[in-house]
């Protein structure tokens, strides 16, 4: 059954949502699912903003046809050819044969890598600035390279004064009948999918995003239609805040992550300590993960948010632990850069991945080593509790507490 959705008198949700895929871009898990956002604007032509993932075909197809209520489609903008957007072109083109596709000179490369339908006759090439009429509506056109991938643009409706933003301010999860950010609470129950999504999936590219934010600037926006997630009316300033932060790599909190492996429990023991002595020197925002257990992509998301960073690991085959150096790549692909790191390293016999923690840590712009000076054989010893102290003491003062 179709379930489209109305949002202005001419713009139709026509998007649909997955709760049956547990690892999204074979990566992420998204226990709570994920939406595929598409948009339709019924104006004197027909114009389609991205179709889904391929998984949602026949939930899409239908509403496809219930919103377009037996019109043709004039226009489909492909505004980002990745194939959770992009997977069902060919089949709206088949439907639709005369359809314009919209988009940019590097999506056509790109169609024609993950397709073998198009012909450059049904393809309309825009750049920076160009515009749209479509009747009532005028779209301009606005280059978002690599947010997420280099074909990438978004599109104002200059008429309704929104920003198809693409993947921009998109989160993890599905929609769940509400459809607006003013119809939940959204800072507290949606943030921290919003910010989970945002670090894994554009956080490498934040220069990117700035240049995207500052042409963003420039523009009223009455309502911001991601691709994934929430339609946003209520916290656009608030969500273009943060933006600007993730992607000027500035914590958004002062507070300690403690990332820890730990395979006998020597090391966990030891950082239980350290956020027991933070805690009760009045730091109240700390947050632990045994790297092991939680995915990296929840660790990258709070490394994102907080100032200071405590990485305790154990040695492992002369190196760093496996789910450590995993981790610790992940830090430095996704480009974390301007925070404050204390190292604590672990080793039976032969301690050697403190050096190996510090020589990636060193790497990232901005960071800065407080403290390495705890290494633990096995476990901790009442005569290191000293140096525990002193961690705790230059953290404390690194927090302005
Ligand atoms: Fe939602 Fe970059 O795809």
Redesign the pocket.
């Known amino acids: 059954m179709y379930n489209v959705r109305k949002i202005t008198d001419s713009l139709f949700y026509v998007g649909c949502s997955d709760r049956k895929l547990s690892l999204f871009?074979s990566a992420y898990p998204v226990k709570e699912g994920m939406s595929?956002n598409s948009y339709l604007i019924s104006d004197e032509k027909t114009i389609l903003f991205d179709t889904v993932d391929k998984s949602c075909w026949e939930q899409f197809q239908e509403n496809l046809k219930a919103a377009l209520a037996g019109r043709q489609l004039d226009y489909i903008v492909v505004q980002?050819m990745?194939p959770?957007?992009c997977a069902l072109l060919e089949e709206v083109v088949k439907l639709h044969p005369n359809v314009k596709i919209i988009c940019t000179q590097k999506t056509v490369a790109m169609i024609k890598q993950f397709f073998n339908f198009v012909a450059d006759s049904n393809v309309m090439v825009v750049k920076e600035g160009d515009t749209l009429n479509t009747g009532r509506h005028e779209f301009q056109f606005i280059m978002a390279p690599m947010v997420?991938?280099p074909e990438?643009m978004v599109t104002y409706d200059k008429t309704d004064k929104i920003l198809f933003s693409?993947?921009a301010f998109?989160t993890f999860g599905a929609v769940n009948g509400n459809l607006y950010d003013n119809e939940v609470n959204w800072e507290r129950d949606y943030l921290d999918e919003a910010r989970r999504y945002y670090t894994n999936?554009v956080g490498k590219y934040g220069l990117q995003v700035q240049m995207l934010l500052k042409k963003a600037a420039g523009l009223d926006i009455k309502m911001l239609c991601p691709?994934?997630g929430l339609i946003i009316k209520e916290n656009i300033n608030l969500f273009l805040e943060k933006y600007d932060r993730w992607s000027k790599y500035e914590p958004e909190e002062n507070g300690v992550l403690i990332a820890y492996s730990s395979v006998y429990g020597g090391t966990e023991s030891a950082v239980n300590l350290l956020a027991a002595k933070l805690a009760d020197s009045g730091v109240k925002n700390i947050k632990m993960f045994d790297v092991s257990i939680t995915h990296p992509s929840f660790v990258l998301s709070e490394a994102f948010r907080f100032s200071h960073i405590v990485i305790a690991t154990t040695t492992y085959n002369a190196g760093i632990f496996e789910s450590m150096e995993t981790f610790l790549h992940i830090l430095a692909s996704h480009n974390l850069q301007n925070r404050k790191y204390v190292i604590i390293q672990n080793g039976s016999w032969a301690p050697a991945c403190g050096g190996q923690v510090k020589e990636i840590l060193e790497k990232l712009k901005g960071s800065e080593l407080l403290d390495d000076s705890i290494c633990i054989k096995s476990t901790l010893k009442e005569e290191q509790i000293t140096l525990m102290d002193n961690v705790v003491n230059t953290m404390v003062k690194s927090l302005g507490l």
């Open positions: 871009e595929y980002h990745e959770d957007h997420h991938w990438v693409a993947d998109g999936i691709l994934h």
